[in-house]
T-cell receptor
Framework: EPEVTQTPSHQVTQMGQEVILRCVPI?????FYWYRQILGQKVEFLVS????????KSEIFDDQFSVERPDGSNFTLKIRSTKLEDSAMYFC?????????????FGQGTRLTVV | KQEVTQIPAALSVPEGENLVLNCSFT??????LQWFRQDPGKGLTSLLL?????REQTSGRLNASLDKSSGRSTLYIAASQPGDSATYLC????????????FGEGTQLTVNP
């Protein structure tokens, strides 16, 4: 069964460093997302991406964050200068199309620890 | 602002019991509602999607209902098993906020053998 895959599963980085989280969405999906979950808190929306551009972003997604689809399969989230409060589980998700009628499928997540 | 609330926060039941998890949302203008399962430290597994035009969906021992007028959804689990132990999350797509999912806090379910 097709699935969303994320790498790495766990990343530890020093404060101020840049990190890139990688995702391979399901191959025939067109809508891509990043969410995050700080330990013990709700899953929060960060950004959605469609047709090679950001379609929506939350107030969390500031200038320190960027997303890219560098080729036909990968979808990345870059955090330019990490802060301690960026420590969280980051989830990538994708939808086939027509969000009204389609499920969102999530990857297993990347646990980011900023020290 | 769309808020999603799940009650109870935690639930412990003996194996074999039928149970109901509740999800309520403040804004009835939702396109669809999705239920997920999350095991500790793991990703989100989609269980059921209910479109706004539907009232319920079933998958195996799971049945989810949606009542937009009252702003409520329930997830019914029949004949619970220890393997059902996990956190269950509901999330809605609001009509006026693109395709983002807004999540509840989750219900942590423990099924005791």
């Amino acid at each position: 069964e097709p699935e969303v895959t994320q790498t790495p599963s766990h990343q530890v980085t020093q404060m101020g460093q840049e990190v890139i989280l990688r995702c391979v969405p399901i191959s025939n999906h067109l809508y891509f997302y990043w969410y995050r979950q700080i330990l013990g808190q709700k899953v929060e929306f960060l950004v959605s991406f469609y047709n090679n551009e950001i379609s929506e972003k939350s107030e969390i997604f500031d200038d320190q964050f960027s997303v890219e689809r560098p080729d036909g399969s990968n979808f990345t989230l870059k955090i330019r200068s990490t802060k301690l409060e960026d420590s969280a589980m980051y989830f990538c998700a994708s939808r086939k199309a027509g969000y009204m009628n389609t499920e969102a499928f999530f990857g297993q997540g990347t646990r980011l620890t900023v020290v | 602002k769309q808020e999603v609330t799940q009650i109870p926060a935690a639930l412990s039941v003996p194996e074999g019991e039928n149970l109901v998890l509740n999800c309520s949302f403040t804004d009835s203008a939702i396109y669809n509602l999705q239920w997920f399962r999350q095991d500790p430290g793991k990703g989100l597994t989609s269980l059921l999607l209910i479109q706004s035009s539907q009232r319920e969906q079933t998958s195996g021992r799971l049945n989810a209902s949606l009542d937009k007028s009252s702003g409520r959804s329930t997830l019914y689990i029949a004949a619970s098993q220890p393997g059902d132990s996990a956190t269950y999350l509901c999330a809605g797509v609001k009509e006026t906020s693109g395709s983002r999912l807004t999540f509840g806090e989750g219900t942590q379910l423990t099924v005791n053998p």
